[in-house]
């Protein structure tokens, strides 16, 4: 079974671009998470899903931050305008509600 | 106040040897799930096994262990038998049935195995 699919792997970009990061959960999953992981912060939660409806964003930075979910099989992780600080690994995950998180690779985007 | 502590930025053992990862966590519900993932230096994140706040039995998964100790809020990680390959960062996460599926993640503890 294919497992959590997220695309690019490495993004570089320069300070203003948009970048957008994608993800392709498990099927049948019906939680999507983001995390964001930083030496500094460590892995924190942006955002999740459940059916495709946004359950919690508290997590979101700031207003240069979106998620999208349009719909079972797809999410999409926007920066616009990007920053140095946003210089992460992003990761998405997925699962049933219960049980633990299935992950994916990780997106690392670079910031220049 | 912080969820999940790890105190051990990093820790050493030799091949063949168990070490103990240390985790204590912070929550008011009755209810609950404890996590220990493993992130190998390529980046992926590894889930390793998990513990309920109602389990009777410590959880156990081939060389991992972990040891609840429910009054201590400890769920500390035992590698049994360590291996080269089980260099890795280590994490422990906590789900609360308050924080509605969110799995709250420690700053995680580096393991070196030396042969």
């Known amino acids: 079974d294919a497992g959590v699919i997220q695309s690019p792997r490495h993004e570089v970009t320069e300070m203003g671009q948009e970048v957008t990061l994608r993800c392709k959960p498990i099927?049948?999953?019906?939680?999507l998470f983001w995390y964001r992981q930083t030496m500094m912060r460590g892995l924190e939660l942006l955002i999740y899903?459940?059916?495709?409806?946004?359950?919690?964003d508290s997590g979101m930075p700031e207003d240069r931050f979106s998620a999208k979910m349009p719909n079972a099989s797809f999410s999409t992780l926007k920066i616009q305008p990007s920053e140095p600080r946003d210089s992460a690994v992003y990761f998405c995950?997925?699962?049933?509600?219960?049980?633990?998180?299935?992950f994916g690779e990780g997106s690392r985007l670079t910031v220049l | 106040a912080q969820k999940i502590t790890q105190t051990q930025p990093g820790m050493f053992v030799q091949e063949k040897e168990a070490v103990t990862l240390d985790c204590t966590y912070d929550t008011s519900d009755p209810s609950y799930g404890l996590f220990w993932y493993k992130q190998p230096s390529s980046g992926e994140m590894i889930f390793l096994i998990y513990?309920?706040?109602?389990?009777?039995q410590n959880a156990t998964e081939g060389r991992y262990s972990l040891n609840f100790q429910k009054a201590r809020k400890s769920a500390n990680l035992v590698i049994s038998a360590s291996q080269l390959g089980d260099s890795a960062m280590y994490f422990c996460?906590?789900?609360?049935?308050?924080?509605?599926?969110?799995?709250?993640f420690g700053t995680g503890t580096r393991l070196l195995v030396s042969p």
């Open positions: 899903f459940n059916n495709n409806v946004p359950i919690d």
């Open positions: 513990q309920g706040s109602y389990d009777q």
């Open positions: 099927s049948g999953h019906d939680y």
């Open positions: 995950a997925s699962n049933y509600g219960t049980g633990e998180l299935f």
């Open positions: 996460a906590m789900r609360e049935v308050t924080g509605f599926q969110k799995l709250v």
